[in-house]
T-cell receptor
Framework: AQSVTQLGSHVSVSEGALVLLRCNYS??????LFWYVQYPNQGLQLLLK??????LVKGINGFEAEFKKSETSFHLTKPSAHMSDAAEYFC?????????????FGTGTRLTVIP | DAGITQSPRHKVTETGTPVTLRCHQT?????MYWYRQDPGHGLRLIHY???????DKGEVSDGYSVSRSKTEDFLLTLESATSSQTSVYFC?????????????FGPGTRLTVT
């Protein structure tokens, strides 16, 4: 089974500052990797995904993530935080070509943006 | 929007009572999933379905059962609710995009067991 670790359950940044949310996976075979965002009282929305086509992946709302196999990481970044970025972010992994491709989630990181 | 609805959106029930949550999709997706979300745990898979009458257990299936009698509906049942099942429950469907599978989530059901 996959294991996903998100370092930092809470991250606070100032508006306009760099956002960095960390995600590491544990697998000898790089899985498919995803970042989801959850706004208060809403479901999860897919931000971006890693598919092995490119190590730097761009997503919605100005977010991007870089896959680093040597570090087993898939950290999420955004150059300049907006107030609207305040939400909880989840990293997830799957690796199953023939089965259900079940997702394994990290425990989430809550991002606070300070005006 | 992947055409997923969940009902009810909120429910309060008493310990020991049966509860059924419904997930409905409009786009004929084969795979459907039930997750629960709890603070400090992220989302954990309860059960999933890969077709009508085809289901399998996930990571936290104890105390839950599921049924899928038609493609569009996936039901999650708590036979005898316990306080530990107080949680937010999310349904998801699987789609293919860019050659890989992605999951899209419904709006969630907040269940409180008193």
């Amino acid at each position: 089974a996959q294991s996903v670790t998100q370092l930092g359950s809470h991250v606070s940044v100032s508006e306009g500052a760099l956002v960095l949310l960390r995600c590491n996976y544990s697998s000898s075979v790089p899985p498919y990797l995803f970042w989801y965002v959850q706004y208060p009282n809403q479901g999860l929305q897919l931000l971006l995904k890693y598919t092995s086509a490119a190590t730097l992946v761009k997503g919605i709302n100005g977010f991007e993530a870089e896959f680093k196999k040597s570090e087993t990481s898939f950290h999420l970044t955004k150059p300049s935080a907006h107030m609207s970025d305040a939400a909880e972010y989840f990293c997830a992994a799957s690796r199953d070509q023939t089965g259900a491709n079940n997702l394994f989630f990290g425990t989430g990181t809550r991002l606070t943006v300070i005006p | 929007d992947a055409g997923i609805t969940q009902s009810p959106r909120h429910k309060v029930t008493e310990t020991g009572t049966p509860v059924t949550l419904r997930c409905h999709q409009t786009e004929n997706h084969r795979y459907m999933y039930w997750y629960r979300q709890d603070p400090g745990h992220g989302l954990r898979l309860i059960h999933y379905s890969y077709g009508v009458k085809d289901t399998d257990k996930g990571e936290v299936s104890d105390g839950y059962s599921v049924s899928r009698s038609k493609t569009e509906d996936f039901l999650l049942t708590l036979e005898s609710a316990t306080s530990s099942q107080t949680s937010v429950y999310f349904c998801a469907i699987r789609m293919t995009s860019g050659g890989i599978y992605e999951q899209y989530f419904g709006p969630g059901t907040r269940l409180t067991v008193t």
